[in-house]
């Protein structure tokens, strides 16, 4: 509401051509403010106001737009200005905003942007999606070891404004080798030493991560050693960058996204559910709503073979959606429990045994409690209570098989080298649905021959 309010104002300013109080509205405020308060203009508009900010604030006030429009400013605005707030941005930031633009267009921009700059973007991109590599930036504070302590300050005083944080001080050799870490609080709290070295003040036991690992393998490591942000290496140790919190969330994010699309039996989008295509949409959600329908298809046919058993003892069919279900939301909650255990690393492959064991006593316990509740609805439909016992002794299997099923099958997958989450909910169902009938059917030629 209060956006709103203020575009007449800022855009009277605009119209009026008031540069001093443009400046004073891009200083004024926090720049995540000052980037809602100009939702409501359009693009020319806003990149109008942003040119009354310096170029660091520039690029603070653009990561507070939203995605879409920031693509769509890289490119339609004066590539000059573009490429000035491009070199301002975090090179990680601008390579992904980067990938968004035509391949020409990142030509243009990309040849006004200084020499060096243009080198990190360049490497940043010739990582593959996914890895260490295309996630880091190289932004980082890098010190010789041989630097005094009183060096090291001054020299950090001039890379401040460039670096996108300076947490910890990473120590290199004459060849860029990693030789440590100094965390801001030790530098710190050795002011009172100035001719110090980093060498002496510095960590020799550095958590590191290679330019070629998977990216949730980084965010699992940034969590493990609750770090603020971590050096990437090559194979030769040499120091390439560092990945900071915010990547890591951005990853975590990311990460969590398609292991929920997965789960729901949906193609992981590669773009926002409202900026995807609905042809596009359509074909990833179709893939396993297709292989879904076909396991349905099993499950008709495994009826129509046993017509004539259900024909005879028509009161079974009326317990067929109880049986399905039972099976199938139990199968459900434990590839669910298994994934994200998985997800977390609180079970690991060595750890079958215990899982199905688990899940077989909570499958029986569940599927007695279930069964009760059957019989007692069973008795009061089924011819006699002979008869009536198919219902609970039926559901208690089922339950442990789905169980058992639901547990097993997103180690396997991972077993395999696919993606556990891979085998979603509705997959686990259409399992257990089949399972469940085949028990059903067997247990009543069983029990009422």
């Given amino acids: ?18 540069t001093q109080e ?31 900010a310096s170029p660091s604030l520039q690029a603070e006030i653009f990561h507070y737009f939203p995605w879409d429009r920031k693509v769509d400013l890289l490119r339609t605005q004066d590539d000059k200005q573009v490429a000035t707030l491009v070199t301002s941005l975090p090179a990680d930031d601008a390579v992904d905003l980067l990938q968004e633009v035509e391949e020409s267009r990142v030509d243009q921009i990309l040849v006004l942007v200084p020499a060096a700059d243009r080198r990190d973007i360049r490497r940043l991109q010739s990582f593959p999606e996914g890895t260490a590599g295309a996630i880091m930036t190289t932004e980082a504070a890098c010190l010789s070891e041989n630097y005094t302590l009183k060096q090291a300050l001054e020299e950090l005083s001039r890379q401040a404004e460039r670096l996108e944080t300076i947490h910890y001080i990473y120590v290199t050799d004459d060849i860029n080798h990693l ?3 100094v965390s801001t609080r030790s530098l710190v709290s050795a002011i009172g030493k100035p001719e110090k070295r980093l060498g002496d003040l510095m960590k020799k036991d550095v958590v590191t991560v290679n330019v070629r690992d998977d990216q949730e393998q980084v965010a699992q490591c940034v ?17 390439m960058g560092i990945i900071t919190h915010d990547d890591v969330m951005d990853v975590v994010r990311e990460e969590a996204t398609e292991d929920v699309q997965r789960i729901a039996a949906v193609e992981p989008l590669d ?111 089924a011819p006699s209570v002979i008869a009536a016992s198919v219902i609970p002794i039926t559901v208690l299997l089922v339950v442990v098989c789905g169980a058992c099923t ?26 257990s649905d089949i399972l469940g009938l085949l028990i059903y059917v067997n247990v009543s030629v069983l029990v009422l021959r």
Avoid at 224 to 233: F, G, K, Q, S, T
Avoid at 318 to 329: A, V
């Fill in 406 to 431: 639901g547990s097993m099958l997103p180690l396997i997958f991972q077993r395999l080298g696919l993606d556990p989450a891979l085998m979603s909910n509705p997959f686990v169902a259409g399992i």
């Fill in 271 to 381: 773009d926002s559910y409202m900026r995807t295509p609905v042809s596009v949409l359509s074909w990833k959600r179709g893939i396993w709503l297709t292989i879904l329908f076909l396991a349905g298809l099993l499950t008709a046919f495994l009826l129509q073979s046993y017509n004539d058993e259900l024909e005879k003892h028509a009161w079974l069919v009326l317990f067929i959606p109880l049986i399905i279900s039972s099976g199938g939301n139990t199968g459900s909650q434990s590839s669910t429990l298994v994934i994200t255990a998985l997800a977390l690393k609180d079970v690991a492959q060595s750890d079958w045994l215990t899982i199905i064991k688990r899940e077989a006593l909570m499958g029986m316990i569940l599927g007695g409690f279930l069964a009760a509740i059957g019989f007692g609805c069973a008795i009061m439909l």
């Fill in 22 to 52: 443009l400046k004073e509205f891009c200083t004024a405020l926090h720049p995540a403010k000052t980037a809602e308060f100009m939702e409501g203009l359009n693009e020319a508009e806003m990149w109008q106001v942003l040119q009354h």
């Fill in 223 to 239: 969590a493990h050693y609750n770090l603020m942000a971590i050096p990437v290496v090559d194979d030769q140790y040499h120091m």
């Fill in 179 to 181: 030789r440590g870490v």
């Fill in 1 to 18: 509401m209060i956006n709103t309010l203020f575009l007449p104002e800022l855009r009277e300013m605009l119209d009026e051509d008031q």
